[in-house]
């Protein structure tokens, strides 16, 4: 038995445990941390801080741009690493400490600065996150084989959604209407430090097997110099980017959900915005839960057809809930929007994630996760700002238009010039 033989054997034979951990720990992590990540909670405390649809779009855009900075040097953290877990739990814990630190300042500070440390912590919260979406991410390829990966993440996307939706309503209908501990949004953000700090908690028990080869250590520069050959390699997953990054740009309008919504609920013509505790309540609950419904969907598509399918159709159903969003004027229709938002929304996250980890190497694959999620970073922070900049001078129509324009874009290019990778041979 030669040392691949044997590596892959060891990942068979502790599957069952690392399947069921990696389903708790998303269990508890993402039910925390779909609450910052939905667009309800974050853009809608922005706003209220505010005011302003240019401070609601940059929060969320140094949010991703800390995460664009930082993918591709976690990658040279751990690519010559036999076992991620040590750092990557490490990193993990930075990154929570930035939503304790997004819950105290609303809890403890004023306005004014509330919003500044909401602005520093939402960019370190990014940059942590961008490092640790690459060595998760990893740590998951090498530890749940690719023809059960698909079910792991809908089934844990599934059941952290259903836990996420539950938290996301009381939240908005109890802690946010009631305005508990004098900010409920501030007390929102701390339930979810809690979630997401148990669920970090349970990777301790991962058994991590040491692949037979990685790359020798290198610094960040010089694997910088290398991305170029890296893309020239295989030229279906450089497609496969560059669609990701024109679907990732579709978040343009993403901060604007909510803020619309509002507008359309307060019904005064005026262009002013009624969020009340119910609104985000009901408006993150159908988000959530039609999120969760579809992940299982999303899990065996990806299973029986392939990830490109399943992005395919993510990606489409994202783009009719923004065309739907224009003739939407009530509760129940806004709700239907959002629903089919956090279908597409979490269907395009799922696929597009899990399509990276089927291009190429195994040992270059941190690498090639850290240069999409870079490509796919940037684009989620220049999208949000790009439409808090286009919203000073004219209405948010336009930003949903160009939004349509972006995924339509990216479906083309899948659809005509990426193939499915899941046939290829691993090496």
Not at 93 to 102: D, Y
Not at 206 to 230: D, G, T, W
Not at 234 to 258: C, E, Q, W
Not at 312 to 333: E, K, N, Q
Request: proline letters at 4%.
């Amino acid at each position: 038995m030669n040392t691949e033989e044997k590596y892959q054997l060891e990942v068979r034979t502790n599957l069952k445990r690392n399947f069921i951990v990696h389903w708790i720990h998303g269990l508890l992590g993402q039910t925390g941390f779909r609450l910052l990540h939905a667009p309800t909670f974050v853009p809608a405390y922005i706003y209220l801080l505010s005011e302003s649809y240019l401070a609601v779009g940059a929060a969320l855009a140094v949010q991703h741009l800390g995460a664009a900075t930082s993918s591709i040097f976690g990658a040279t953290l751990i690519e010559h690493r036999k076992r991620v877990l040590p750092v990557g739990l490490i990193i993990g814990v930075l990154m929570r400490l930035q939503v304790l630190g997004l819950a105290l300042s609303g809890l403890l500070l004023g306005p004014e600065w509330a919003l500044f440390s909401a602005m520093a912590f939402l960019c370190f919260f990014g940059l942590f996150n961008g490092m640790q979406a690459v060595m998760f991410n990893y740590l998951l390829s090498k530890v749940i084989p690719v023809d059960v990966r698909g079910r792991l993440t809908g089934l844990r996307n599934f059941s952290a959604g259903l836990t996420a939706a539950a938290v996301a309503y009381y939240g908005g209908k109890y802690f946010i209407e009631t305005n508990a501990l004098g900010n409920g949004y501030a007390s929102t953000f701390l339930v979810s430090f809690v979630l997401t700090s148990l669920g970090l908690t349970t990777l301790l028990f991962v058994i991590e097997p040491e692949p037979p080869q990685v790359r020798a250590p290198s610094r960040l520069a010089s694997r910088m110099k290398e991305l170029p050959a890296l893309l020239r390699e295989d030229k279906a997953f450089t497609r496969f980017f560059i669609a990701r990054s024109a679907a990732a740009l579709g978040t343009i309008a993403v901060p604007f959900y909510i803020i619309y919504a509002g507008q359309r609920l307060d019904g005064s013509g005026q262009g002013d915005v009624n969020l009340s505790g119910e609104t985000i309540a009901v408006l993150s609950l159908t988000f959530l839960l039609s999120q969760t419904a579809t992940n299982l969907l999303w899990g065996y598509i990806a299973d029986k057809a392939g990830n490109r399918l399943g992005y395919i159709l993510s990606v489409g159903t994202w783009l009719l809930a923004t065309v739907g969003l224009f003739a939407a004027t009530d509760m129940w229709s806004l709700a239907l929007v959002f629903a089919a938002l956090g279908a597409g929304l979490g269907g395009f996250q799922i696929t597009s994630q899990n399509l990276v980890m089927e291009f190429g190497p195994r040992h270059d694959l941190p690498m090639r996760i850290a240069v999409s999620n870079t490509g796919l970073s940037l684009m989620m922070a220049l999208g949000p700002l790009l439409g808090g900049l286009v919203s000073l001078g004219y209405d948010l129509t336009l930003v949903f238009t160009l939004a349509i324009a972006f995924k339509t874009i990216s479906i083309g290019i899948m659809l005509f010039f990426v193939d499915e990778p899941r046939h290829r041979e691993a090496s």
